[in-house]
């Protein structure tokens, strides 16, 4: 299939994989976060790492929407959502993620009214259908997805739709990773780029990773080999003693973003003096809130919002996973306790979590791919 | 649960580090040094794979629908709540098809319609019951309607346990509302596909419930048919080294589904595969009595099917992605939702596990089909990793084909 297999060759993949290891020097561990969780998924789905050699370590890290959402806000959203005037919508992803009282998918079965969108642009269909309800959007996701709550929201008020409106909780990747560098836990050598988040603000918000913390960067696309490539080409950078910014993903990623995308957050959105995220605390101007232009559309305006900080449960150890401190499988409760069908934290929810791709795909014994050395492809 | 392990856990722990630190220079010698890496990584598998083989309970207060989506939930439900309440040995085995003994050894059965079973087998006539209930919405889709996979889908589910099938009955629930010619259209699309299943609807029932309590039109079927003497499939029999097949590209159905849904604002030129099997499945136990197993793939796709063999014979299965036939309308839906053909729905596939040697001769068999002309050998049974399915990616790599959890959801990002 045309822009599918020529992106999952595995004669392209043995050549790449003998390029990074013969850049390896001896006795050196290199560290690589893959910031977005599509990356993560991508890497066990299709068994990347089989390709790569022991002294390469991948560290998954924080960029997966649903995994970083506090369970206090996943409370307020179920507050809202049993409410007998609102219908909440949100992406599938979402509602499995457990609250302290079960999770959204319980909640529908106990008769509240919670419904599954593929895109936000179908809420509006079901405000359309049912005036006499508030159709609430639980609008989750870094800059990837909030274009398209932007985009809502205009259309919304162009159409003078009045029963629906954004429980927000879109957060921004840049404080993440810098949260990330400041945490004296973990060293790494570079980064894999988050690819779709990039397809919105484009590369130059990382420049500060190479400038100031002395970190390669390479923005990566979703396809294995785009991963391999980009892991390469951090190696490259490595043993040559440079470290920028580069774009591997230039066939979607523009350096500088795009620019409608970006006018219509920014149109509908601002960002909040602060944000508690999942296992990172919380973390200054990381999130966005409802423009106050924006007002009626504003969930957490139209109705009360407990607000309450709820702890994560405590064997959970999801916010060491989420920074790469904890290996997936290093977690107490991993595969046992907590699993995809009885979650305890969010990373095991979301496919693009750590411990759901890992528990799905890479649970077993791992057989390195053999490659020679110094092949020239 | 929690606190149980927190003890065991920390001391499996503190153990690991004193094995790596004595070395073991043994197994780390006989294996790659990158699977030695971690021996504290291979032990928590250890107790992930103890974890998962014990006994299933059903956790949540209410059904949800992943309790309908055929994969870990459904599963879950089905041993805990049923299994539990009605275990007998005709149920215990959980296949397809139930396998009944009516009369003495030696009797004969009632209609010579039954290739070989009218001759008084040792073990006296041996009958396959099955039931199945439909609620597939919409009601019409390319390629067939409910009508049609009431019938074939209760026909797949006796062909698959190696019986020819023979009589159906067939429940109706119907809401108040719903149209005549609806289910009159639905009602002829069963008498069709029962004509070219050669089986008859002999008996059935209906019920009509307020408008509200149901959507359109269930269905439920049960049907009945004859085993030959001697006939004994089951996922169970699978041996190392056993070849498993594919009849055709999968997922048809279930993409077809979500398309004819409306939800998705996606067009393709697909259509539902339902067909009866019970002509392609005899054809393969012609031509290889050896074989061990069929099952038809429905909801939770092939992979269900995968794991279902490596639990129930407590082998490892491996299987190799680019084996598999998947139109590429199909794959192409999959990769704009984010879901695994191997987990979408056909209706008129079937899985074989045949012994190794036996593997070219039943791929043969199946092409000369009309129904299974793109039959194609997807995977291996192995005597290493028990309980487990990898698979061979395209990329090159091996990853887990895990049971599903919950409904396909798409990704977000």
């Not at chain 1, 290891?21 to 066990?44: N, S």
Request: aromatic letters at 6%; a negative charge; glycine letters at 10%.
């Amino acid at each position: 299939m045309r822009f599918v297999d020529e992106f999952r060759d595995a004669e392209q993949a043995r050549a790449l994989a003998a390029k990074i290891a013969a850049l390896c020097e001896p006795g050196r561990q290199y560290k690589f976060m893959e910031v977005c969780g599509g990356h993560t998924h991508t890497i066990y789905k299709h068994g990347l790492e089989d390709y790569l050699p022991e002294s390469i370590n991948l560290v998954h890290g924080p960029g997966c929407p649903v995994c970083v959402i506090p369970m206090g806000r996943i409370d307020d959203a179920m507050h809202l959502a049993a409410r007998e005037d609102v219908i909440m919508t949100s992406f599938g992803d979402m509602l499995r993620v457990p609250g302290s009282n079960g999770s959204f998918f319980d909640a529908k079965a106990r008769g509240t009214d919670i419904r599954m969108v593929y895109s936000p642009l179908d809420s509006l269909k079901i405000a359309r259908q049912n005036p006499d309800k508030q159709v609430v959007f639980m609008a989750i996701g870094f800059e990837t997805t909030a274009p398209s709550t932007a985009m809502t929201m205009l259309r919304a008020r162009a159409e003078g739709l009045k029963n629906f409106s954004v429980f927000c909780n879109h957060v921004t990747i840049v404080p993440a990773i810098k949260a990330i560098l400041d945490s004296p836990d973990l060293r790494l050598d570079g980064f894999l780029g988050p690819g779709h988040v990039s397809t919105v603000i484009g590369c130059r918000p990382y420049e500060f990773i190479a400038r100031e913390y002395g970190k390669p960067v390479v923005t990566a696309g979703f396809e294995p080999l785009d991963i391999l490539r980009s892991i390469y080409m951090l190696m490259v950078q490595l043993a040559e003693g440079r470290c920028e910014v580069e774009n591997q993903y230039s066939r979607v990623v523009p350096w500088d973003g795009n620019l409608v995308a970006l006018k219509a957050i920014g149109e509908t959105m601002e960002l909040r003096p602060y944000f508690e995220w999942r296992g990172l605390g919380f973390i200054s101007h990381s999130a966005m809130k409802v423009r106050e232009k924006y007002a009626e559309m504003d969930a957490e305006l139209l109705f009360k919002v407990p607000g309450v900080r709820v702890a994560d449960p405590k064997a959970c150890q999801c916010g060491e996973v989420l920074k790469g401190v904890l290996k997936p499988w290093e977690c107490k409760v991993f595969g046992t306790a907590c699993t995809p069908e009885t979650p305890i934290g969010t990373c095991m929810v979301s496919p693009e979590g750590a411990c759901a791709a890992y528990y799905n795909y890479g649970r077993m014994e791992r057989h390195r791919v053999p490659v020679t050395i110094g092949e020239r492809p | 649960m929690t606190a149980a392990h927190a003890g065991p856990e920390a001391h499996a722990g503190s153990e690991a580090h004193a094995g790596q630190r004595s070395g073991q220079p043994e197994a780390r010698q006989g294996r790659d040094a990158y699977a030695g890496r971690d021996e504290r990584e291979r032990q928590v598998l250890e107790r992930i794979d103890r974890a998962r083989r014990r006994r299933p309970r059903v956790r949540e207060e209410r059904i949800t629908m992943a309790h309908g989506a055929g994969g870990k939930a459904s599963r879950t439900l089905v041993e805990a709540v049923f299994l539990d309440a009605f275990r007998n040995p005709l149920l215990e085995p959980l296949e397809d098809a139930a396998s009944l003994r009516i009369g003495e050894p030696g009797a004969e059965v009632p209609e010579a319609r039954v290739p070989g079973a009218g001759v008084p087998g040792a073990e006296g006539t041996r009958l396959a019951l099955t039931t199945d209930t439909y609620v597939v919405s919409p009601l019409f889709f390319p390629g067939g309607s409910i009508g049609e996979l009431a019938v074939n889908g209760t026909v797949n589910d006796l062909a698959v346990s190696g019986a020819t099938p023979l009589y159906l009955t067939a429940g109706f629930i119907l809401e108040e509302g719903f149209e005549v010619a609806d289910l009159a259209r639905v009602v002829a699309s069963m008498r069709e596909a029962a004509d070219a299943a050669g089986v008859s609807v002999v008996t059935g029932d209906t019920k009509v419930v307020q408008r509200g309590k149901a959507d359109g039109c269930y269905i439920n079927t049960a049907g009945v048919g004859a085993l030959a003497p001697g006939t004994s499939l089951g996922v169970a029999r699978a041996r190392p080294g056993d070849a498993i097949i594919v009849s055709g590209p999968i997922g048809d159905h279930g993409i077809t589904i979500m398309l004819a849904r409306g939800e998705l604002d996606i067009e393709a030129d697909i259509q539902s595969d339902t067909a009866a099997l019970n002509g392609l499945a005899a054809t393969l136990l012609r031509e290889v009595p050896g074989t061990r197993a069929m099952r038809d793939a429905t909801r939770g796709g092939v992979a269900t099917i995968l794991n279902e063999i490596a639990s129930d014979a407590d082998v490892g299965v491996l299987a190799t992605e680019d084996a598999f036939p998947v139109r590429t309308e199909v794959r192409g839906a999959c990769e704009l939702l984010g879901i695994d053909p191997l987990y979408v729905a056909c209706e008129g596939r079937l899985v074989a596990v045949v012994p190794g040697a036996d593997a070219d001769r039943a791929v043969t068999a199946l092409r000369g089909h009309p129904l299974g002309t793109e039959a194609a050998v997807v995977g291996h049974v192995t005597d290493s990793e028990p309980g487990l399915v990898r698979l061979t990616t395209s990329f090159g790599g091996t990853r887990i084909v895990d049971l599903l959890v919950g409904d396909p959801l798409p990704r977000i990002c």
